[in-house]
């Protein structure tokens, strides 16, 4: 009997050396992609902080959500003032008006259009429009109410009015057949963006040119930052002191080629390369990973 009990011990303390060893390895691994990407550690860093279960929020080995990651996921970095969504992608418009009803809103009626934006985010907006209007510019809201806060259903109907006119494009081109036209547009969004991206690796651009990702061009439905409410598109974007302005009130464009489009951090520019954004020319902060 003792002898049993001696190699149960035993085995057990084979067991828990092997896991200990498993728990230091994947300890390492973890510590090896922080430190190789400051990008994903500030992430983490940011949800620990709002109890946001990294994991759940973005499955890394889906293309497709690791991709909307790359192009938007600046946005997740915002200050701990205002909220962000807890998945990189809103399955549907109920996902989004719940999310939309669980922040702090701030409603501003600027020249003839209402903007609405998460409260810290208008705020800090106001307060550039202030210092601009000290040095004669201003800072106008472009393409009406849309150029703040959108519903899942505004993504949907932008995503149509690049992805509809790319399909007959590209089918008078004799490069999609009608058959896999309607299959693209038989598909639930996820897997139509899927479908699309794997056609513009092939060349097949759903950009309103038909030259470039249509990614750049419109969000895919229920990615765009503007249902997070920390998004405003200005008119006065190619004025580089107006960009000047909005930056040092925390705002900065992190979408590539997006050029009217900001995004609120509520950081300081110095801060950002520490949070793991990389700067593109002229000024645009995006995820470096
Ligand atoms: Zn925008």
Redesign the pocket.
Known sequence: MKRILLIFLLILAGCSREIENMNEKTEETFAETKKANAFLASLEDNFSKRSININAFCNQSDKVERRILREYGALFLATEKVEVPCCCMFESDEAVRRFQDSVRIMAEQIGDVKIELQEEAMKAYLAARREAEQEGLSITPRGGVEAARRSFADTLRLWNSRFEPACIYWKEKGKLTEEQVNYLKSLPIKEQVREVLKLEEKGIFFNKQFNGSILHSVAAPGTS??LSML?L?IQEYDNKKVRKIMNKHGWFRTVRN?E??FTFLGRSEEELPKLGLKRIEPDFWVPDF
Request: charge should be negative; avoid cysteine.
């Open positions: 930052q503007h998004a598109d997006d009217p489009h």
